[in-house]
């Protein structure tokens, strides 16, 4: 791929950075996701306002000849309806249903509050994923309970102008998060976005690009110029408890494969090993599985995090396994909600999981940053690890 000079990234800026570089003439060949075939593809507000996003389209709704295409020019993203009379019902519909459409809102600020995560940038060029974990979080947040189908938005080019604006008054480097709100890569075969976005932050001089998946398909990544501006962020689990609660996902072998295949091109890579469900043998499950990862894989930082699911992704778990399901047991004994409105483990729990794990991982590896997701400030307190609070995955 042909790096831009200074000049032609600078006027790209001015007239909006390129939605598809080897996309544009159709050179992409995108690729239908391995375990994802929607029946249904709905074109919502903004799919096809301009030639270039209806061209993806188009060339999307081809990879999927069987799909019923749908024209809804007037329906936003947000208000396409599923079909289904519960909740549940309309979670597995949407699973099979991809709305194309544009996100006019899609760069944020995080708003946490009462834990001791930091705030930081995160943009959306999708939204939910294909993927079905039982415990999924996201299900229970505000735009996937209106609307749980799978989504891709195609004014990416407008995100990455509105990334530069902002990062230009950033005094320092800076990540932008892809992964909050959506899996980063599981869609990527069939939008290339990746091929945009690493070179776009390659050439940029603050705005830093980190990304979360669980897929294992990163042909797309491996012969990019990055310049070490994207990092590469697994969310991982033993496979005995990724066949238990995360159906359609990449086997956790083949994700260490990808992870491996990315430190070879020159990424930095980090891992995610959320969340941790302390079941059975969890002692002995948990330390195998992190010894073989950290053998395998140079990580730059590891992360470790339990269930901290609202009270609408617990009641779509319940409804999926039971409500005597394993996690909800671990549940039962912990309060309703923490002071920042989601549910976790009992704190002294979660202090017992923290620190046999940090202990396996610092007789590995001691030099290894550890950071923990959605925590509480005692709880670091308790781990003696205060020194890393706000260095979590989502942080450059």
């Given amino acids: 791929m042909k790096r831009m000079s200074s000049s032609e990234l600078r006027r790209d800026r001015q007239e909006g950075p390129l939605f598809s570089r080897d996309q544009a003439d159709g050179a992409y060949q995108l690729r239908p996701v391995d375990g994802f075939c929607p029946d249904t593809i709905v074109l919502s507000r903004g799919s ?9 389209a188009e060339r999307i709704c081809r990879a999927y000849p069987a799909a019923r295409c749908v024209a809804a020019p007037d329906v936003p993203h947000n208000r396409v309806s599923v079909p289904g009379q519960t909740p549940a019902q309309q979670h597995y519909a949407g699973k ?19 834990n001791a995560c930091p705030n930081y940038w995160h943009f959306s060029p999708y939204g939910f994923c294909p993927y079905d974990c039982t415990y999924c979080y996201l299900a229970g947040t505000r735009g996937v309970r209106f609307c749980p189908a799978v989504k891709i938005f195609l004014n990416l080019d407008e995100m990455l102008a509105r990334i530069d604006r902002i990062a230009a008054d950033l005094p320092c480097p800076t990540g932008f998060y892809l992964g909050k709100l959506q899996d980063g890569l599981a869609l990527d075969p069939l939008t290339g976005y990746s091929r945009v976005m690493v070179p776009f932050f390659a050439d940029h001089p603050t705005a830093r690009l980190i990304i979360l998946t669980k897929s294992a398909d990163v ?77 395998r894989v140079p990580l730059a930082r590891i992360t470790l995090g339990g269930i901290c699911s609202y009270d609408s992704a617990r009641r ?14 671990l549940l039962a004994d912990a309060p309703r909600r923490s002071a920042d409105g989601r549910q976790r483990y009992p704190a002294s729990l979660r202090t017992v999981v923290y620190r046999h794990l940090v202990d396996v991982i610092r007789r590995c590896k001691p030099d290894l940053k550890i950071a923990l997701c959605l925590e509480e400030s005692r709880t670091f307190e308790a781990l003696g690890m205060t ?4 260095q979590c995955n989502c942080i450059f």
Avoid: Q
């Fill in 219 to 295: 042909a797309n990544l491996l012969d990019l110029e990055h310049r070490g501006h994207t990092i590469l962020s697994w969310s991982l689990n033993p496979p005995s408890i990724c066949e238990r609660f995360e159906a359609a996902t990449p086997d956790p072998a083949e994700r260490i494969d990808a992870m491996e295949r990315c430190v070879a091109a020159g990424y930095r890579v980090r891992a995610v090993i959320m969340p941790i469900i302390p079941a059975g043998d969890w002692e002995a499950t948990y330390e195998g599985f992190l010894r073989e990862l950290l053998e």
């Fill in 387 to 390: 020194e890393s609070t706000g």
């Fill in 316 to 329: 779509l778990m319940e409804a999926k396994l039971g409500s005597d399901n394993t996690i909800s047991r």
């Fill in 48 to 56: 096809t306002t301009d030639r270039r996003r209806k061209a993806l």
């Fill in 96 to 114: 099979s249903m991809l709305v194309l459409g544009e996100h006019r809102s899609a760069v944020r600020h995080s708003e946490e509050h009462d």
